[in-house]
């Protein structure tokens, strides 16, 4: 039994001079993580891959761009460079909901009582002696959990924390002249 957590967006538009995303008509409210966002100016173009940066780059005084480059996922929010102009945008995420394609598809609305579920529906069937069904309900188990895992993990990642190196780049360590 698979289930899809992916989902794409398509030409969601993108107003001049927005610096956060998550206020665009038309946005997904099953969103748990963006993956992958892309940006064009019209439909005569091919969508670019903006780059996921930990922190934004400040612009220099006085300049600006036309069309989105950089984005930054932070406290459950897309952050971007603003563009000077309007524009599409594609985004691939990971939803909170997988796909329904029938009766039978699950409706996971918290995968850690999903992972729950299962490992102690494992459990169970492991001391009945169903021990081919209780190792398919733990690796169930399993895949939710690593998925919980990768959320969250992802999501961290791109938290920046680092301060400056303590020897300011010259080379030598823990001497303010620079000089060993």
Same mark, same amino acid.
């Given at each position: 039994?698979?289930?899809?957590? +992916?989902?794409?967006?398509?030409?969601? !538009?993108?107003?001049?001079?927005? $610096?956060?995303?998550?206020?665009?008509?038309?946005?997904?409210?099953?969103?748990?993580?963006?993956?992958?966002?892309?940006? +064009?100016?019209?439909?005569?173009?091919?969508?670019?891959?903006?780059?996921? #940066?930990? $922190?934004?780059?400040?612009?220099?005084?006085?300049? !600006?761009?036309?069309?989105? +480059?950089?984005?930054?996922?932070?406290?459950? @929010?897309?952050?971007?460079?603003?563009?000077?102009?309007?524009?599409?945008? @594609?985004?691939?995420?990971?939803?909170?909901?997988?796909?329904?394609?029938?009766?039978?598809?699950?409706?996971?609305?918290?995968?850690?009582?999903?992972?729950?579920?299962?490992?102690?529906?494992?459990?169970?069937?492991?001391? +009945?002696?169903?021990?081919?069904?209780?190792?398919?309900?733990?690796?169930?188990? #399993? $895949?939710?959990?690593? #998925? %919980?895992?990768?959320? @969250?993990? #992802?999501? @961290?990642?791109?938290?920046?924390?680092?301060?400056?190196?303590? =020897?300011?780049?010259?080379?030598?360590?823990? =001497?303010?002249?620079?000089? %060993?």
């Amino acid at each position: 039994m698979g289930v899809d957590f +992916r989902k794409r967006v398509d030409d969601l !538009t993108y107003t001049a001079n927005e $610096d956060v995303l998550d206020d665009l008509a038309g946005w997904p409210t099953d969103l748990w993580m963006v993956e992958v966002i892309k940006y +064009r100016k019209n439909t005569a173009e091919g969508y670019v891959e903006l780059v996921r #940066k930990d $922190d934004l780059p400040k612009l220099p005084a006085g300049t !600006t761009t036309d069309r989105l +480059r950089y984005w930054m996922w932070q406290n459950r @929010q897309v952050t971007v460079v603003p563009a000077t102009e309007n524009g599409l945008l @594609q985004f691939d995420y990971l939803s909170i909901l997988p796909d329904l394609t029938g009766p039978s598809s699950p409706l996971l609305i918290d995968m850690s009582v999903s992972v729950l579920a299962y490992r102690t529906a494992a459990d169970a069937k492991g001391t +009945r002696g169903q021990k081919e069904e209780a190792g398919w309900l733990m690796a169930l188990a #399993k $895949d939710f959990s690593d #998925k %919980i895992v990768n959320i @969250q993990v #992802k999501n @961290q990642q791109f938290v920046a924390r680092r301060g400056q190196p303590e =020897h300011g780049g010259r080379g030598a360590y823990n =001497h303010p002249s620079g000089v %060993i």
